[in-house]
């Protein structure tokens, strides 16, 4: 139950792939960190917690599972103290030209277009900018007031699962706020005033396919509302929700060049323009046809294709290497997250990739 779910306890999700620790809790969110450091924001009633044990248990019986079968000599030597605490490599945002200039958008995803009429929804906060925001996004309640519906941090060029909500839900979104204060960690930097922006979406659109339209933020259709705009607060009232998707889809100079740029099937990867080489993971990038493949077969295929592109540039120091691996479920990047963090562990600096050129599906490596 999501109520037992703490601190410290091991969780795995409900309805989609993928576990780890809990790190934090803030409202009705759990922050779940994978075995490979990544946090992901999941809703408390989506963990299932399945161990209670200690971290030092736990790597224990990591260990056991993990290790070959050597002698009991060489298995002491190998056991790690107590004391010890694995180190993983911190993945630091990336500022990007233009990047000082805020620019936030707050999206809707529909879990499935075909049946709007008893889906449920996904609220996105999306971070164009180098700036770290803490925000609170809420909703009115029926005396006046406001009620919170998620407050934390979004940290530069990321978006963040705000809530997932059903039908009977929509009703409360009738007018919705976010406030926020823009900074930066560990350097100077301009000084933003901060903001409220409060809007009054009609709920109608939340139940009319032709209202979710393509945004650059997101891989499928959406309702999507600017929050800021060019560094200019939204003004408050109701927004028309057409125009803006229409006008936030028309890709800006620097998006002219996101995501899904034509790849050769079998070739040799080299530099562009920027010297840094992009290779599209993408399972229809790689074959032409998929069929009698599982998803097994297709995942190794990719993972053996990221392979060779690493090994073949292993010994080009500072070479830039962007693999596009798309945001769906996150197995292909948890996969290639593992790869760098053991095979490649040392030889290489792992960040993501520009939210500008690549969206979130997107992973930067730099050869050491």
Known sequence: MASSVKIGDTVRFLNSVGGGRVTRIEANMAFVTDEDGFDTPVLLKECVVVDNSTAWERAQAKNRQDAPAVSAVKEAEKTPSKDYTP??????PT??????????????????????SDTSYFAYLVNDSNYYLYFTYMSAAADGGWNTRYAGIVEP???????????????????????????KKGKEFAMKTPFSVDIKPDITKFFKLHCFKSNPYFETPVIAFDIVKNDVPCVRGQLDVEKLVQSVSKPKPADKKRIKRPVVKNTDYRPGASGIIEVDLHIDELVDTTAGMSNAD???LQVDEFRKVMD?????KGQKIVFIHGKGDGVLRHALVKELNHRYKGKVEVQDASFREYGFGATQVTIR
């Open 87 to 92: 180190v993983e490599p911190e993945v630091k």
């Open 95 to 116: 500022e990007v030209e233009g990047g000082d200039i805020l620019n936030l958008v707050l999206g809707f995803e529909a879990d499935d277009l075909k049946r709007l």
């Open 157 to 183: 060029g990321i978006q963040v699962l705000l809530e997932e909500f059903g039908k009977d839900a929509v009703s409360s979104l009738e007018r919705i706020a976010i406030q926020a204060v823009a900074f």
């Open 298 to 300: 297709m995942l190794n």
């Open 312 to 316: 073949s540039n292993l010994a080009n």
